[in-house]
């Protein structure tokens, strides 16, 4: 059955305004209380020694969440696609936990094993400190951000089967030249656009973080943390505004790149 001219416009009028309504307008207030001081007014406001410590924070955690979330990622997608073990279907579920488990449980969890207290807690006895420092910081980071990597590399690996894999095998070559010169090349999209989503994650995550964080500006505060800092302790709504702005710019060019990644991989 098709749909009258009216009811075809009538259906994406509705549609761009709750958009409009729901993500521009928001953007567009946010743009203009940033720049409404000018642009010297902006600069200044994300080049202060907190905003350039919680840029430095949120860059720090990243490259520490990344490459350990490509080694987890890669190794659990092929395990889950080449292999057929006990618990595959618990691993499944684990993998997909981050998706259903808000972010401060995570954060409480986190406090309860690693907290003074906790099951772990006695490792502060050795001086090592986990919550409310860098550590804590990673772990939950790395919870939030687990599913994507194995999320975005296990359909590849379905897709291009093992026939390859296993005449490299015939050939002569051991595992690790299989991977690197027949599974890596061939995943390389996939993979490439799960550490954009990751990346994408691990600057915006804020409930998680903010459990297991002191939020001092300068010390353990990202950028998520500056912004909530600054609005709501602070009360300086233009420096929450400013620090959002930059926040927004990171993911505006995360956007772009995911973009670019899903047309290339389309056309691959």
């Not at 059955?1 to 009216?6: C, N, V």
């Not at 720049?35 to 406001?45: K, L, N």
């Not at 924070?57 to 490459?67: A, D, E, F, R």
Request: proline content about 4%; some cysteine; hydrophobic content about 55%.
């Amino acid at each position: 059955m098709k749909l009258s001219l009216l009811t075809r416009l009538s259906l994406r009028t509705v549609a761009l305004a709750y958009l409009f309504i729901l993500l521009v307008l928001p953007l567009i207030i946010i743009l203009w209380r940033t720049f409404e001081r000018g642009i010297g007014a902006f600069i200044d406001s994300i080049t202060t020694p907190a905003a350039i410590s919680a840029f430095q924070l949120s860059m720090l955690i990243v490259v520490i969440v990344v490459p350990l979330n490509v080694i987890f990622g890669v190794i659990t997608a092929l395990a889950l696609v080449r292999s057929n073990f006990p618990g595959r279907n618990l691993v499944q579920g684990i993998v997909d936990l981050p998706f259903a488990v808000s972010p401060v449980v995570v954060g409480v969890s986190l406090i309860l094993l690693w907290g003074a207290g906790g099951w772990f807690g006695a490792i502060e006895n050795t001086g090592f400190k986990v919550i409310f420092s860098l550590p804590g910081m990673v772990i939950a980071t790395l919870f939030v951000t687990l599913p994507f990597v194995v999320r975005e590399v296990e359909p590849v690996l379905h897709e291009i089967g093992d026939d390859q894999e296993q005449a490299a095998a015939t050939l002569g070559a051991n595992r690790w030249q299989t991977f690197w010169r027949i599974t890596l090349p061939a995943i390389r999209w996939g993979l490439t656009y799960g550490i954009v989503l990751t990346v994408a994650r691990a600057l915006g995550e804020f409930g998680a973080v903010i459990m297991v964080s002191t939020a001092l500006p300068g010390k353990s505060q990202t950028l998520t943390l500056l912004v909530h800092g600054r609005y709501i302790n602070d009360h300086n709504t233009f420096g929450a505004y400013c620090a959002a702005t930059l926040l927004m710019a990171i993911a505006l060019v995360t956007l772009l790149l995911m973009t670019l990644l899903d047309r290339k991989r389309s056309d691959r």
